[in-house]
């Protein structure tokens, strides 16, 4: 497919403009703040994530009747990040939830999906972050695990409450993936651990670039001849800088970063317009 020309997103030299996808606290007439009101948030690491890489962060509202479309915003950013939170609803993937406490956020799956087509068809990379990952899989015809524990014998504890984003485990890089080139490892990396659903078939196209060592659950996909279009299970944002027992985050984020850069070319009056994509 071909991206028509495109107004806005970054200058020649100005920093790479990334939309962030919204967690949502749907209306609550309970809730002590707001009461029956929607919140749309970001989690703060992620956007400092972003801005220590040299990136400007937006949050990408829902699109209103009266108000600027999905186009509007894709138009005025260079790429998509999908960050974590709540689970994709079973029924986003054509099955009923197993269990009533893993109905998921449809409205949320039906946001992202939408973002996710649109910048895609713009030829503009997105990438997924835990539950980014799975949503990103699930909008291109991928399923999931609605539940590890219970649907995979001998599985890690991939999610657990107590220590949260202290639960660590290994995965392997799948050799000669874009991943591997991108950290220049060999072997067993150590990520977090922050989830219970997971990719259970990876969408048309997509490959698989890490799995867990311990049960061979999907840790990163990728669709290789496509725009950038990648999403990992683990969290970067929650791993400190300078910590040298996980596989840092920087060099993921500035991998999609360069990928947001090289997808924008600009005319010779300054206004920048999106590359062929094949």
Request: proline letters at 8%; aromatic letters at 8%.
């Amino acid at each position: 497919m071909s991206a028509s020309s495109q107004s806005g997103g970054r200058s020649d030299d100005g920093p790479v403009r990334i939309g962030v996808s919204a967690c949502f606290f749907h209306a609550d007439p309970n809730r002590p703040v707001f009461k029956g009101k929607t919140l749309l948030y970001v989690e703060e690491s992620m956007l400092d994530l972003l801005g220590r890489s040299g990136a400007l962060a937006y949050l990408i509202p829902r699109s209103t009747p009266n108000g600027p479309t999905i186009e509007d915003y894709v138009n005025d950013l260079d790429g998509l990040l999908l960050e974590g939170g709540s689970d994709v609803c079973p029924r986003s993937y054509g099955e009923e939830p197993l269990r009533p406490e893993w109905e998921g956020d449809e409205p949320r799956d039906r946001y992202e999906i939408d973002l996710i087509h649109a910048f895609h068809d713009a030829g503009k990379p997105v990438l997924g972050i835990c539950r980014g990952a799975q949503i990103l899989n699930v909008a291109f015809g991928g399923t999931l695990y609605q539940d590890i524990g219970t649907q995979v014998e001998g599985s890690f504890e991939h999610r657990n409450w107590d220590v949260y984003d202290a639960n660590r485990h290994q995965i392997e890089l799948a050799p000669g993936s874009h991943l591997a080139e991108v950290y220049g490892v060999d072997g067993p990396v150590t990520v977090n651990s922050a989830h219970h659903q997971a990719v259970k078939d990876p969408a048309p196209g997509f490959v698989v670039e890490a799995v867990s060592v311990t049960d061979g659950i999907v840790e990163a996909l990728r669709w290789p001849d496509a725009t950038f279009l990648a999403g990992v299970q683990w969290h970067p944002e929650f791993t400190p800088p300078g910590d040298t027992e996980q596989l840092a985050p920087d060099p993921l984020v500035v991998d999609f970063l360069a990928a947001c850069r090289a997808a924008v070319d600009v005319d010779a009056d300054g206004s920048p317009v999106t590359q062929e994509v094949p």
